[in-house]
Each structure stands twice: as structure tokens, then as C-alpha cells.
């Protein structure tokens, strides 16, 4: 499996700020994806990170809040925009393989927004 | 609605309990169900599963899926206050549509 390594780890940020997260994969991979995980929730789909593309987003997210970049097969950003304190949350990136195998996870941004 | 059920949602043993966590899901196009593990931020995976009845073993840690029931089942043999965390269940769709269950938070105490 490749290596993913997102950072940062973790930021406090004040309302209204923008906070950019980074995921790095050592090798080339297909599928790269954005999840939010609330306090006490389990992972919630953000968006699909295209290659080349616009990301695809899930029903509740959208891009201006979110956006996304993808712009090599290895890296992915993800900007959590005008942040509010209901941002407060843990984002996490993974990548995946075509044929729907395991997907494997960074070690998560613990953001909170004061 | 595509969703993923877990069971129970909490549970807490004591160390050399055995426990069973279920998954139980309804989704459009499955493609194979993820069992992972959540100690802090970031799941861990531990099995993939895309066929019925064949059960996935790691150690202490097992798994099976009923593709026609509609569940799978991940059991913890001889559990250890390392198994504590919570351990999620996640459905891939084709499309690579992934669906997570809301976990189970398992509780090992000394």
C-alpha cells in the first residue's frame, strides 16, 4: 500500500478564516477522497478528488465551502473556507484503487474553530 | 437511501472477552464491505470482504460476510485493552461510492 500523509495535524482558527489540508500519497493512486468526521459521528463523505477534473461533492457539501484540488495523481488539498465553530471537526483524506479495495486513510486534521 | 447499520453501538468487556460486532447494510450496487479500526484519527484498515462465507482472520480478529442476509460480522477473540476503539464498517458501491456505519465504540477493561 502507498503511504499518505496529511497535514496539519491540527489547528485552532478563528471564525471566518479559511484553513487549506494537504494529503500527500508516495505513489501514484486513482481515487483520492475528503471526509468530515463530527464530534461522537462517523465518517461523512465530502467530495471525490478528480485528477485533472472538479471534484465531485456529496449532497450537503459544496465547493465554495470546500474546495478541492487535485493536481497530480499523488496530492490533494482540501480548504475548509469561512469557517464557522460547526466546522469543528476531524478531516480526513484516503485514496482508493478502481477495483474497490481497502482504502487507506491519513492521519487526520483535528480542526476547531473559535 | 444507501445506509450501514452497526450493533451494538457501545459495548464494554473485560480483557479475554469475546466479542461480535455486526454490520448490517442496504445499498445499491455493493461492492464489498471494509471493516476498520479507529483509535484517534485515522482508521486503520483491517479486512476487506467482496464474497459470502469466506471468513477473513488476522490474529484475534476475524470476519465474514452474508451477502445475502445483508450483515457481516467482525468478532474479537480473547480481547486485550489494546482492542479498545471504536471499529467502524464501511460499504463500497460501485462508482466507489463509500457508506460508513456510525461505529461501535468497544470498551476493553483490565
Known amino acids: 500500500s502507498a503511504v499518505i500523509s496529511q497535514k496539519p495535524s491540527r489547528d485552532i482558527c478563528q471564525r471566518g478564516t479559511s484553513l487549506t489540508i494537504q494529503c500527500q500519497v508516495d505513489s501514484q493512486v486513482t481515487m483520492m477522497f475528503w471526509y468530515r468526521q463530527q464530534p461522537g459521528q462517523s465518517l461523512t463523505l465530502i467530495a471525490t478528488?478528480?485528477?485533472?477534473?472538479?471534484?465531485?461533492?456529496e449532497s450537503g457539501f459544496v465547493i465554495d465551502k470546500f474546495p478541492i484540488s487535485r493536481p497530480n495523481l499523488t496530492f490533494s488539498t482540501l480548504t475548509v473556507s469561512n469557517m464557522s465553530p460547526e466546522d469543528s471537526s476531524i478531516y480526513l483524506c484516503?485514496?482508493?484503487?478502481?477495483?474497490?479495495?481497502?482504502?487507506?486513510f491519513g492521519q487526520g486534521t483535528r480542526l476547531t474553530v473559535v | 437511501e444507501d445506509k450501514v447499520v452497526q450493533s451494538p453501538l457501545s459495548l464494554v468487556v473485560h480483557e479475554g472477552d469475546t466479542v461480535t460486532l455486526n454490520c448490517s447494510y442496504e445499498v445499491t450496487n455493493f461492492r464489498s464491505l471494509l471493516w476498520y479500526k479507529q483509535e484517534k484519527k485515522a482508521p486503520t484498515f483491517l479486512f476487506m470482504l467482496?464474497?459470502?462465507?469466506i471468513e477473513k482472520k488476522s490474529g484475534r480478529l476475524s470476519s465474514i460476510l452474508d451477502k445475502k442476509e445483508l450483515f457481516s460480522i467482525l468478532n474479537i477473540t480473547a480481547t486485550q485493552t489494546g482492542d479498545s476503539a471504536v471499529y467502524l464498517c464501511?460499504?463500497?458501491?460501485?462508482?466507489?461510492?463509500?457508506?460508513f456505519g456510525p461505529g461501535t465504540r468497544l470498551s476493553v477493561l483490565p
Open positions: 478528488a478528480n485528477q485533472g477534473s472538479e471534484a465531485t461533492y
Open positions: 464501511a460499504v463500497v458501491m460501485y462508482g466507489q461510492n463509500f457508506v
Open positions: 467482496t464474497s459470502s462465507g
Open positions: 484516503s485514496y482508493g484503487w478502481d477495483d474497490g479495495t481497502e482504502a487507506f
